[in-house]
C-alpha cells in the first residue's frame, strides 16, 4: 500500500521552543493531509485538515497560531508546535489521501515538552 | 453528529482464544464507511478493513472477520485463535461526507487494548 512517513518519530523539546513535525507521502500525491493529535489511553482527535496550496481547516478547539500547518508541496504537510509547553506533549499522527480516498497514516510523532 | 463506542477499554485472552472486539456508531447519514485499524505498540496505524454502509455482507481475511449488522449499528471484529503478535489497541472508525475541504474526516472510537497473553 501507500506510504506516508513522518519525521522526527520522536522528540523532546523545552518549554517555549518550536517543533517541527513532517509528514510525507512517499509514493504518491496526496492533495489533502489529516492531523491527529492521540491523548495517552484516548482517540485520535483530528485537528486539522491540510490542503496543499491552501490554508488549513482547523477543528473546533484547536489554535491556529500554536499548531500551524503548512502543505507546499503534494507530498509534504508540516506541522509546527509553537512555543511549545508542558501540555502540548502528546503523539501527533499525520494522515495522507490516496487517489482512492483511502486514508494512510503516519508512523506518528511522539513530542514530549520539558 | 457521528460518534463511534468502543465499549471494551481493555481485554486480555490467551493465545489461541477467540476474541470479539466491539464497535457501535451512531449517524444520520445513509451513506457512510466504516473502518478498522490496528495501533501497535510501535504507534503507527495499520488499515484492517473498510466497509460501506451498504454491503452488509460479513468478510474474513484469515484469522480476522468483521460483522456488520446496520439493524444495530454495529460493526465487530472477531479474531480467531489469538497471537501474541495481535496485542495491540484497535481502532474503529466512521467516515460520513463532509462538506468542508476534509472530506475524509475520521470520526474513532476510544479504541480497545487486547493484550494477547502466551
Known amino acids: 500500500g501507500a506510504v506516508v512517513s513522518q519525521h522526527p518519530s520522536w522528540v523532546i523539546c523545552k518549554s517555549g521552543t518550536s517543533v517541527k513535525i513532517e509528514c510525507r507521502s512517499l509514493d504518491f500525491q496526496a492533495t489533502t493531509m489529516f492531523w491527529y493529535r492521540q491523548f495517552p489511553k484516548q482517540s485520535l482527535m483530528l485537528m486539522a485538515t491540510s490542503n496543499e496550496g491552501s490554508k488549513a481547516t482547523y477543528e473546533q478547539g484547536v489554535e491556529k497560531d500554536k499548531f500551524l500547518i503548512n502543505h507546499a508541496s503534494l507530498t509534504l504537510s508540516t506541522l509546527t508546535v509553537t512555543s511549545a509547553h508542558p501540555e502540548d506533549s502528546s503523539f501527533y499522527i499525520c494522515?495522507?489521501?490516496?487517489?482512492?480516498?483511502?486514508?494512510?497514516f503516519g508512523e506518528g510523532s511522539r513530542l514530549t515538552v520539558l | 453528529a457521528q460518534k463511534v463506542t468502543q465499549a471494551q477499554t481493555e481485554i486480555s485472552v490467551v493465545e489461541k482464544e477467540d476474541v470479539t472486539l466491539d464497535c457501535v456508531y451512531e449517524?444520520?447519514?445513509?451513506?457512510?464507511?466504516l473502518f478498522w485499524y490496528k495501533q501497535p505498540p510501535s504507534g503507527e496505524l495499520v488499515f484492517l478493513i473498510r466497509r460501506n454502509s451498504f454491503d452488509e455482507q460479513n468478510e474474513i481475511s484469515g484469522r480476522y472477520s468483521w460483522n456488520f449488522q446496520k439493524s444495530t449499528s454495529s460493526f465487530n471484529f472477531t479474531i480467531t485463535a489469538s497471537q501474541v503478535v495481535d496485542s495491540a489497541v484497535y481502532f474503529c472508525?466512521?467516515?460520513?461526507?463532509?462538506?468542508?475541504?476534509?472530506?475524509?474526516?475520521?470520526?474513532f472510537g476510544k479504541g480497545t487494548k487486547l493484550s494477547v497473553i502466551p
Open positions: 449517524t444520520r447519514d445513509t451513506t457512510y464507511y
Open positions: 494522515s495522507a489521501r490516496f487517489n482512492t480516498g483511502e486514508l494512510f
Open positions: 472508525a466512521l467516515r460520513v461526507p463532509y462538506s468542508g475541504a476534509g472530506s475524509y474526516q475520521l470520526t
